[in-house]
């Protein structure tokens, strides 16, 4: 079977599919301009498939490269029969290529080596053979004192250890073996002695069994964490009731009998060995590989979803924005910033305890509002984030005339992104918790534009992210990022560096070029310029242009999608309809008289028309969702003020496998179990939810001392988070309280009504909260 066909028949494609891909991959296309512009030649392929398909084609190549080492080194050894040979060439994963080379692998020197220098490999094939005679018997004719076998009992001890290594390397008994494991092994898992405590967050696995092969992703992390840090020992035994099985499947493999005469207690003898010293060590190794693997994919594919969700939340838009850092002892960080991101102005208030300076800073703020015509105000959502809202709230108290709308908004990464070389580059005069604040006002602008700056990893919406492989969880996350930028697409003249190095066919030095030359010849007038970037080749314009966006420039086309490679075809289209390219541009009236049927060709088939005039009709509309904007509830500020009963609004901060963290604005989030996320059965919580949605949630349970709060999306009053009941309201009092408030009728509120209607869908992928 050829790659292309392998791969086609995994993905469910036809060849021709894969090998134009592949093609188109091998040539320096990238992902998302084969996703975008190339959909006839992959037969509309989309960007999860490819990514998919290229992961394939790197492991397959791999995998033949491997194969012909191997087939060289067992030529070399003399020791390549045919059989063996198609065994190999036929072996589709590298675990079985690796099971087929054991054998004739270099190895140190083993107790069965030392056997056969001895000579007793004869004697292990007689008795193999089931000869009749008793084994002693046998022995005693491979008596060698020069290698230290002075009795028949040294002599089978040798053969049988010829045997067990023998039957440990037959690569179809292991394969056979490992896959019964898999599905029939149990985790076991133990807390240490002398490590149990109350209060760890490993005791549900103090006295755990699981099917291995069932395990979900995030228990098999949690035990993997409690055994790297010592606290848990684990292991993968057979099902009580099946603990023969492994030996069974040894002597029926080899043909051993299950007579009561010495020779064959002795060959029974040598398949229990087998299993216990070799191949039960071997395959629960593999096991908890395999795991391990599984479970880190999985984490792996959750921390990209809500990545992704993220990346493509609602951008409040280019406003004038006021980016408030909270804290206590060190103060409000304010940094006020343009419409495009520039700082403005920057200045401390000390509102909160020790100094209290809280008439001072609300005059202070209410003055930057003022002379800078804010809009927006951004509040990081860390520490003392609840008593800044409460600031910002007395400001509007205080000058009704401002109107803005204030957020709260995850800080995650923006103090890694405030200590970066890169942030040390944008601002090198300005103080590291100032340039947190300017981050933090960023992200509401445009969440895409400025989480691209901070490591991915930084962001936190992974599960388990730091126990996973780091290398493939950079690359996975790294291709959301180039996949989410791609598909919003990206302004030529304001982007920065990290903005552009996402664009397909793009990478840092051609990025730093662009803006290098941006700087020296003012903005870019149209895509065509490009071509006067150093270094930045045809090649690399094919696959950048049409992710870049000009507005107001020569080219009306340069502020859409359509390819530059397009414009013939849009021109022809135009001309249909007796009118110009700019004319045409959003004219529904006129793109509903094109016959598309008319302009498919060989160069511009069915796909590539239907975009192209699906872009005419919304040129450059931005993909993501409406800004939006949520309330919490008052008066619930800490954990401590939290109740059973209490129904809260909350904004969804991670979705996992076994549920969602929810924000409800006591700087701890709370889990919505996932039996507790619907009254209906829910399978994966990311089709119910996903990262920044606006949720109502009622309180069931509060365990302050750790810090843990169940909530529930249930409609029934008394559903339960993790088997829980929820404690009724104590009174109609906590109702009032809790409920939220109607709106008040001065500017800022009636502003705020105006920007959020339908506020469920506000920042569904920014974390974004607003009061």
């Known amino acids: 079977m050829t790659l292309a066909s392998q791969i086609a028949k995994e993905l469910n494609v036809r060849p021709?599919?894969?090998?134009?891909?592949?093609?188109?991959?091998?040539?320096?296309?990238?992902?998302?301009?084969?996703?975008?512009?190339?959909?006839?030649?992959?037969?509309?392929?989309?960007?999860?498939?490819?990514?998919?398909?290229?992961?394939?084609?790197?492991?397959?190549?791999?995998?033949?490269?491997?194969?012909?080492?191997?087939?060289?080194?067992?030529?070399?050894?003399?020791?390549?029969?045919?059989?063996?040979?198609?065994?190999?060439?036929?072996?589709?994963?590298?675990?079985?290529?690796?099971?087929?080379?054991?054998?004739?692998?270099?190895?140190?020197?083993?107790?069965?080596?030392?056997?056969?220098?001895?000579?007793?490999?004869?004697?292990?094939?007689r008795l193999l053979q089931q000869s009749g005679e008793a084994p002693l018997t046998l022995a005693?004719?491979?008596?060698?004192?020069?290698?230290?076998?002075?009795?028949?009992?040294?002599?089978?001890?040798?053969?049988?250890?010829?045997?067990?290594?023998?039957?440990a390397e037959e690569a179809n008994l292991i394969e056979t073996l490992r896959q019964w494991f898999w599905q029939n092994g149990q985790l076991h898992a133990s807390v240490m002695r002398g490590k149990a405590s109350d209060d760890s967050k490993f005791?549900?696995?103090?006295?755990?069994?699981?099917?291995?092969?069932?395990?979900?992703?995030?228990?098999?992390?949690?035990?993997?964490?409690?055994?790297?840090?010592?606290?848990?020992?684990?292991?993968?035994?057979?099902?009580?009731?099946?603990?023969?099985?492994?030996?069974?499947?040894?002597?029926?493999?080899?043909?051993?009998?299950?007579?009561?005469?010495?020779?064959?207690?002795?060959?029974?003898?040598?398949a229990e060995l087998t299993w216990s010293q070799k191949l039960h060590k071997q395959l629960e190794t593999d096991a908890l590989r395999r795991l391990r693997e599984t479970a880190e994919a999985e984490a792996i594919r959750v921390f990209g979803l809500n990545l992704k969700d993220l990346l493509l939340a609602a951008p409040a838009g280019q406003k004038i924005t006021l980016g408030l850092d909270p804290g206590l002892r060190t103060g409000v960080k304010a940094t006020v910033v343009d419409q495009t991101g520039k700082l403005l102005a920057y200045t401390t208030v000390f509102a909160h305890a020790p100094r209290n300076q809280w008439d001072e800073s609300i005059h202070s703020l209410a003055t930057l509002i003022k002379q800078h015509a804010v809009d927006l105000i951004s509040i990081g959502n860390g520490t003392a984030s609840r008593e800044t809202e409460q600031l910002v709230k007395a400001i509007n108290k205080h000058y009704p005339e401002l109107t803005f709308t204030s957020v709260v908004v995850s800080e995650a990464g923006a103090s890694v992104y405030s200590a970066s070389e890169l942030a040390a580059k944008e601002f090198p005069e300005l103080d590291v918790t100032y340039r947190g604040a300017v981050s933090i006002a960023r992200r509401l602008q445009d969440p895409l534009a400025e989480l691209v700056k901070i490591d991915p990893k930084a962001i936190g919406v992974g599960q388990y992210q730091h126990d996973v492989d780091q290398k493939a969880l950079a690359g996975a996350l790294d291709s959301i990022v180039e996949d989410c930028v791609n598909h919003v697409g990206v302004d030529l003249n304001t982007a920065s560096c990290e903005l552009l190095v996402q664009v397909a066919g793009l990478n840092r030095t051609t990025a730093q070029n662009i803006i290098d030359y941006r700087d020296a010849n003012g903005a870019f007038s149209d895509r065509k310029k490009l071509l006067k970037v150093p270094r930045l080749g045809a090649k690399a314009f094919e696959q950048c242009a049409g992710f870049l966006r000009i507005r107001n420039g020569k080219q009306a086309l340069d502020n859409s999608a359509v390819h530059p490679e397009a414009y013939d075809l849009v021109d022809q289209m135009a001309h249909s309809v007796n009118t110009t390219s700019d004319q045409l541009i959003g004219n529904t009236a006129l793109l509903s008289q094109i016959d598309r049927q008319r302009f498919i060709s060989a160069q511009f088939g069915e796909y590539t028309v239907r975009d192209v005039l699906s872009e005419l009709?919304?040129?450059?509309?931005?993909?993501?969702?409406?800004?939006?904007?949520?309330?919490?509830?008052?008066?619930?500020?800490?954990?401590?003020?939290?109740?059973?009963?209490?129904?809260?609004?909350?904004?969804?901060?991670?979705?996992?496998?076994?549920?969602?963290?929810?924000?409800?604005?006591?700087?701890?989030?709370?889990?919505?179990?996932?039996?507790?996320?619907?009254?209906?059965?829910?399978?994966?919580?990311?089709?119910?939810?996903?990262?920044?949605?606006?949720?109502?949630?009622?309180?069931?349970?509060?365990?302050?001392?750790?810090?843990?709060?169940?909530?529930?999306?249930?409609?029934?009053?008394?559903?339960?988070?993790?088997?829980?009941?929820?404690?009724?309201?104590?009174?109609?009092?906590?109702?009032?309280?809790?409920k939220k408030a109607p709106a008040s009728k001065n500017a800022t509120q009636q502003r705020s009504q105006h920007l959020g209607t339908g506020l469920a869908d506000s920042l569904k992928a920014a974390g974004f909260k607003i009061k």
């Open 16 to 125: 021709q599919q894969v090998e134009a891909t592949i093609a188109l991959l091998d040539e320096g296309s990238t992902v998302p301009f084969i996703a975008r512009y190339r959909k006839e030649v992959t037969g509309a392929l989309d960007d999860s498939q490819l990514r998919l398909l290229a992961q394939r084609v790197e492991y397959l190549r791999d995998l033949q490269s491997r194969k012909q080492t191997i087939l060289q080194s067992i030529q070399e050894q003399g020791k390549l029969t045919p059989q063996l040979k198609a065994d190999i060439e036929s072996a589709d994963t590298k675990v079985r290529l690796e099971d087929l080379y054991l054998p004739f692998k270099q190895k140190r020197r083993t107790k069965a080596q030392i056997a056969r220098e001895a000579g007793l490999a004869p004697l292990a094939t």
């Open 140 to 167: 005693k004719a491979y008596i060698n004192p020069d290698h230290a076998i002075s009795h028949p009992q040294d002599a089978l001890d040798g053969a049988q250890q010829i045997l067990i290594e023998q039957f």
């Open 203 to 270: 005791r549900d696995y103090y006295d755990h069994t699981e099917a291995v092969s069932r395990m979900p992703s995030h228990r098999a992390l949690a035990v993997f964490r409690g055994h790297k840090g010592s606290e848990l020992k684990i292991s993968i035994l057979p099902p009580e009731q099946e603990q023969s099985t492994p030996v069974e499947t040894i002597k029926r493999f080899f043909s051993l009998p299950n007579g009561h005469s010495a020779q064959d207690q002795w060959l029974a003898s040598t």
């Open 617 to 738: 009709e919304k040129p450059g509309r931005d993909p993501r969702p409406e800004f939006k904007t949520a309330t919490f509830a008052d008066g619930v500020e800490k954990i401590a003020d939290l109740e059973p009963g209490m129904q809260l609004e909350g904004v969804v901060t991670n979705v996992t496998n076994f549920g969602a963290f929810v924000d409800i604005g006591v700087h701890q989030d709370g889990l919505v179990h996932i039996s507790a996320l619907s009254d209906q059965f829910v399978k994966d919580p990311h089709t119910l939810v996903k990262t920044g949605d606006i949720v109502s949630v009622r309180v069931i349970d509060v365990d302050e001392a750790r810090k843990r709060i169940a909530l529930s999306m249930k409609s029934n009053a008394d559903s339960t988070s993790h088997n829980r009941k929820a404690a009724p309201k104590t009174s109609t009092q906590s109702e009032r309280t809790y």
